[in-house]
C-alpha cells in the first residue's frame, strides 16, 4: 500500500518525507538508550505515545524513512532505510523486508533513474538498505545514475575486511551487499570533513554516532535545516543530549557532537531533521538553559 509523501518547502528547497516502515519494534528504551532513566519515560508517556513510544507494551517505535530533497533540479536521496530482500542474521528487525519503498518514492515524483545524488549520513544497517537491490542474485544499485556520498571514515570502518567485525555484529552482510556493489560500478564519492553540493547544501563530518556520521546542513531564502541522521535518535536525547543510543560508537564524541548541533539549531532557529522521529518527524528546539533542550514547534508534515 502507497504512504503518501508529506512535503515541506524550506526557502527555494522541498523537502519530503518518503516511508519505508513505521511500526511496533521490539526495543525497549532499556536496550537502545540506557542511559534513559525508566522515569522519564514514564513521566512523558502523555506525549511520547503512541508516535515515539508504545508505554502499553514498554517499547519504542520504529520509523524508517529516506528525506527526498530537491535543490536547484537536483533530486537527493538522505538515508534508503532498510531495503527489501535483504539478508540479516543479527539483526532480524531489518530482515526479509517486502515495503512498498519505491512505490512511496515514485508517488513523491520520483522513479530511481531520477535520483541524482544519494547520502548516506552513515554506514548503519537502516541508512544503506536501498542503495541496493536484488537482481536475480546479485544485489545492484537500485539508483543506477546517481553518485553516492559516503563519508571516507565510514566507508574504512564498515569493511569487514579493513576493520574486522566483532561476533553476532548486526551490521553483518551490509557493506557486502549494500556498499560493495555501489564501489564496483563506480558510483562511490568518498568525502571527508566538508562536501559542498551546491549553494544550499553542505554536507559535513559530525563523527562520533559512528567515526564517518554526517550532517547536511541546508540553508535557502532565510531558512535553514541540520539532517543529523542518527546523531539524534530519539526526543529523549533532545531534553538530555547526554543520552547516547546503544549504538554511539564514540560515547563522548557522539554527546558533544549532539550538543553542538542542539545548540547551534536553537541559536539560528533550524529546522532539525533525524533519521527515525515519528509523529511530524522535524522539529525546532530551544535551548532550556540548563544544560538541556526543549522542542519549541514541529515541522508542518502530516504525522505518521
Ligand atoms: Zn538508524
Not at 101 to 116: F, I, T, W
Not at 178 to 186: D, I, K, T
Amino acid at each position: 500500500m502507497v504512504t503518501e509523501p508529506a512535503r515541506v518547502l524550506l526557502g527555494d528547497v522541498e523537502v519530503t518525507r518518503v516511508q519505508e516502515y513505521a511500526g511496533e519494534s521490539p526495543a525497549t528504551p532499556g536496550f537502545l538508550f540506557p542511559e534513559s532513566s525508566p522515569a522519564y519515560w514514564a513521566d512523558n508517556a502523555g506525549w511520547l505515545d503512541p508516535d515515539f513510544y508504545d508505554a502499553t507494551r514498554g517499547t519504542l517505535r520504529t520509523v524508517l524513512h529516506t528525506w527526498l530533497i530537491r535543490s536547484q533540479g537536483t533530486i537527493i536521496l538522505l538515508d534508503t532505510g532498510a531495503g527489501n530482500g535483504k539478508e540479516r542474521p543479527y539483526a532480524p528487525v531489518y530482515a526479509h523486508h517486502d515495503t512498498a519503498y519505491l512505490d512511496n518514492l515514485r508517488a513523491a515524483g520520483v522513479s530511481p533513474d531520477h535520483v541524482d545524488i544519494v547520502i548516506n549520513t552513515h554506514l548503519h544497517v537502516d541508512h544503506v538498505g536501498w542503495n541496493t537491490s536484488l537482481n536475480g542474485r546479485d544485489w545492484v544499485p537500485t539508483f543506477p545514475n546517481a553518485r553516492y556520498l559516503i563519508c571516507e571514515p565510514d566507508f574504512l570502518f564498515w569493511d569487514p575486511i579493513r576493520t574486522p567485525r566483532p561476533p553476532g555484529d548486526g551490521n553483518q552482510n551490509v557493506f557486502e551487499d549494500s556498499v560493495q556493489p555501489l564501489q564496483r560500478a563506480g558510483l562511490i564519492d568518498l568525502w571527508a570533513g566538508e562536501h559542498p553540493i551546491n549553494s544550499e547544501l553542505v554536507l559535513q563530518a559530525e563523527p562520533g554516532h559512528t567515526p564517518g556520521s554526517s550532517v547536511l546542513r541546508l540553508q535557502s531564502g532565510g531558512t535553514g535545516a541540520l539532517f543529523v541522521g542518527d546523531i539524534l535518535h530519539s526526543p529523549v536525547q533532545i531534553g538530555n543530549p547526554d543520552i547516547n543510543s546503544c549504538f554511539c560508537e564514540d560515547p563522548a564524541m557522539a554527546r558533544a557532537a549532539r550538543r553542538r548541533l542542539l545548540a547551534e539549531a536553537a541559536d539560528r532557529s533550524l529546522l532539525v531533521f533525524p533519521g527515525h522521529f515519528g509523529g511530524h518527524s522535524a522539529c525546532h528546539v530551544d535551548d532550556s538553559g540548563d544544560g538541556a533542550f526543549i522542542i519549541r514547534d514541529w515541522a508542518d508534515l502530516a504525522r505518521i
